[in-house]
């Protein structure tokens, strides 16, 4: 741990919402202070040079799959750590389904033991709501916020049963747990592969409506309305979504969304070549409800960003469209892919980092993803302009199933810090 000032910085401060020139201060792996007129004389502090390059705080990554336990082959906490590191993510709220999933204290303090072993960032993990995620009998959520927990989801396993859910969200309210949905109706999204419309059609392939995510969504914030519970959308992806959201912030609910990189970046023709890292659950949109995507990130309407990182294997890949398995990797794309909503002016990089950083950790209850005095040290220094061609065999993670491979983006980090330690530099 160094105490550093950082000099000649483009400071990138989310809470603030400015974009300035000027110099950070961190002392014993937390920030001091910060300012944009000439930087202080500090003796026995180490000084960077930020040469303009921008000094943000670290990204938040609501929603990483990591294969531990279970699936180590596809991605393991030391290669998850070494790929937060390089892409800017200096904290990794992590997924509960894994094999078995994360639903006892003991399977939870497994993951959280490895994590702190192996992983150079920091590591906060989910829990799974229902036992097994198979939507029949609430967890034990007491006990697994005692064990380190900050919210409960069973991630794209839908818990179709009404009632079950109706008690784990009663049951969380009165814990203040925060539940994370999926909004997706379940039964009419089983087995889809793309979204309904006449490319789906073109293409022959099993297609879902964007009304399903819809359907959900209203039948989430119902439940919410019913028992009081603080609820959080993981993914919103459709325009027809977005009026529901807005009404339940309107009329006083604890309700937030996010989305992912993904649909704010790719639309449903990307798929054309029948290419399965293009797969995810839900499936890209049309180019319309992308757009009303990231109005809503600028508005507000959205509050997070996240990677959704999925490692798959290449067997798991190499099928048939409808058949392969779901989903892409994200901790080192997720910066230069969002860049690409800065570099074609449809969102300054305050309001990316406020989706990235600060948001998600003001809703985990994390005092992370910001600049102010007190706050920890986990920055991220980043030249947003470098151009590269990503290589998806150059990735960290173990798994290389990325949509963005042979892709041309913009924005490299060049340092990364955790309590104020550097924990990646550039070569």
């Known amino acids: 741990m160094n105490d550093t000032l950082f000099t000649n910085a483009r400071l990138i401060d989310p809470e603030a919402g400015r974009d300035t020139t000027g110099w950070l201060l961190t002392r014993d792996g937390r ?12 003796e026995g502090v180490e000084i960077v040079d930020c040469a303009g390059h921008c000094l943000a705080p670290g990204l938040v990554d609501w929603g990483v799959k990591v294969g531990e336990p279970g699936e180590r082959h596809k991605e393991s906490y030391a ?39 192996d992983a150079p960032v920091n590591v906060v993990p989910m829990a799974a709501l229902t036992k097994g995620r198979a939507g029949r009998e ?42 994370i949905g999926h909004p997706q109706e379940p039964i009419l999204s089983k087995g889809a592969a793309v979204t309904s419309g006449k490319f789906a059609s073109l ?11 819809r359907m959900g969504l209203d039948r989430d914030i119902a439940m919410v309305e019913m028992t009081g519970a603080r609820y959080h959308a993981d993914v919103v992806s459709t325009a027809r979504a977005l009026p529901a959201l807005q009404r339940a912030k309107a009329n006083g609910f604890d309700v937030t969304a996010g989305t992912d990189i993904h649909h704010l970046t ?56 409808e058949e392969a398995a779901s989903g892409a990797v994200g901790l080192e794309t997720l910066l230069p892919a969002a860049l690409r909503l800065y570099h074609a002016d449809v969102l300054d990089l305050p309001a990316l980092f406020r989706a990235m950083a600060l948001n998600p950790a003001k809703r985990l209850g994390l005092d992370c993803g910001r600049l102010t005095a007190g706050a920890p040290a986990d920055l991220i220094r980043f030249d947003p302009d470098v151009p590269f061609v990503l290589d998806r065999f150059t990735l ?31 070569a």
């Open 79 to 117: 290669s998850a750590g070494v790929a937060a590191a390089r892409g800017g993510v200096t904290t990794m709220v992590i997924r509960p389904d894994t094999d078995p999933s994360i639903d006892t204290p003991e399977v939870l303090e497994f993951v959280t033991r490895r994590a702190q072993a």
């Open 31 to 42: 920030i001091a202070d910060h300012g944009h007129d000439a930087p202080p004389s500090v």
């Open 396 to 426: 960290a993670s173990k798994s290389k199933n990325t949509p963005f491979d042979g892709q041309r983006l913009q924005g490299r980090v060049l340092s990364s810090y955790v309590a104020g330690r550097e924990i990646y530099r550039r």
């Open 266 to 321: 790719l639309n449903e023709l990307d798929v054309a070549d029948y290419r399965t890292f293009f797969k995810f659950r839900p499936p890209l949109r049309a180019e319309e409800d992308r757009m009303a995507l990231i109005d809503a990130v600028r508005d507000g309407l959205i509050d997070t960003i996240g990677s959704f990182h999925t490692p798959q294997d290449e067997e798991s890949k190499r099928l048939p469209f």
């Open 138 to 179: 609430m967890t034990e959520i007491g006990f697994l916020m005692d064990a380190g927990a900050v919210a409960f989801s069973d991630c794209t396993a839908v818990v179709s049963d009404t009632k079950v859910l109706s008690r784990a969200l009663s049951y969380a309210r009165s814990c203040g747990a925060l539940v």
């Open 203 to 213: 293409r022959g392939l099993p297609a879902v409506s964007a009304m399903a995510e």
